[in-house]
């Protein structure tokens, strides 16, 4: 089955840190770009960052509120992508949600996980 | 950073009847290599993942009904659904993915009036 299948999330205070993990299937990992994604609550889609493929130099970008505390990184051995998330600040909270991102957009989004960053 | 506009806010339709939403990018998103631009639409429930509705401006995701349809180029665009059904009550975002870093509209949300 072709999924993208989220763990992690929880509550974390501010300056703390987190990892979210996305396991992907049914899906050639090697060639896939993965992305990361998250809404805030009441809020709308805010895109986060991404990782390129392992031939591309596993090229990362991010968006700006979360560059320098947020890495993204991937194993193509089991399929998976990690969000690591550094400093959390409280505007940080918000479900996140792993996708792949192709030329046609992201046909396929993970169920998303919350992250509460609160004192 | 490209800046997507969506119009309007909120909208409420009758079931059956017609709705327009709208998008407007604050620059081209026209790949001239493929002549595609690099727009999507999402549609989004609560409690639920996004789910892609139409990409290339104008194409069709697999599984999507017929109803949903989407015109546009360059940088204004257009998603019209031609018969509205109680399923469709969502939020929509569009979101160029022409340029890094991709950037969503700020969403309609779409209501039964």
């Known amino acids: 089955e072709v999924q993208l299948v989220q763990s992690g999330g929880g509550l974390v205070k501010p300056g703390g840190s987190f990892r979210l993990s996305c396991a992907a299937s049914?899906?050639?990992?090697?060639?896939?770009?993965m992305t990361w994604v998250r809404q805030a609550p009441g809020k709308g889609l805010e895109w986060v960052g991404r990782?390129?493929?392992?031939?591309?130099?596993?090229?990362?970008d991010y968006a700006a509120p979360v560059k320098g505390r947020f890495t993204i990184s991937r194993d193509d051995s089991e399929s998976m992508v990690y969000l690591q998330m550094n400093s959390l600040k409280t505007e940080d909270t918000a479900v996140y949600y792993c996708?792949?991102?192709?030329?046609?957009?992201?046909?396929?989004w993970g169920q998303g996980t919350l992250v509460i960053v609160s004192s | 950073d490209i800046v997507m506009t969506q119009s309007p806010d909120s909208l409420a339709v009758s079931l059956g009847e017609r709705a327009t939403l709208n998008c407007k990018s604050s620059?081209?998103?026209?790949?001239?290599?493929?002549?595609?631009?690099?727009l999507a639409w999402y549609q989004k429930k609560p409690g639920q993942p996004p789910k892609l509705l139409i990409y290339?401006?104008?194409a069709r995701d697999s599984g999507v009904p017929d109803r949903f349809s989407a015109s546009g180029s360059g940088t204004d665009f257009t998603l019209t659904i031609s018969s509205l059904q109680a399923e469709d009550v969502a939020v929509y975002y569009c979101?160029?993915?022409?340029?890094?870093?991709?950037?969503f509209g700020q969403g309609t949300k779409l209501e039964i009036k």
């Open positions: 290339w401006a104008s």
């Open positions: 990782i390129k493929t392992k031939t591309e130099g596993e090229a990362r």
């Open positions: 996708t792949l991102e192709l030329d046609r957009g992201s046909p396929l």
């Open positions: 049914g899906i050639t990992f090697t060639n896939a770009w």
């Open positions: 620059q081209p998103v026209l790949h001239s290599s493929n002549n595609k631009n690099f």
């Open positions: 979101q160029q993915y022409f340029r890094t870093p991709p950037s």
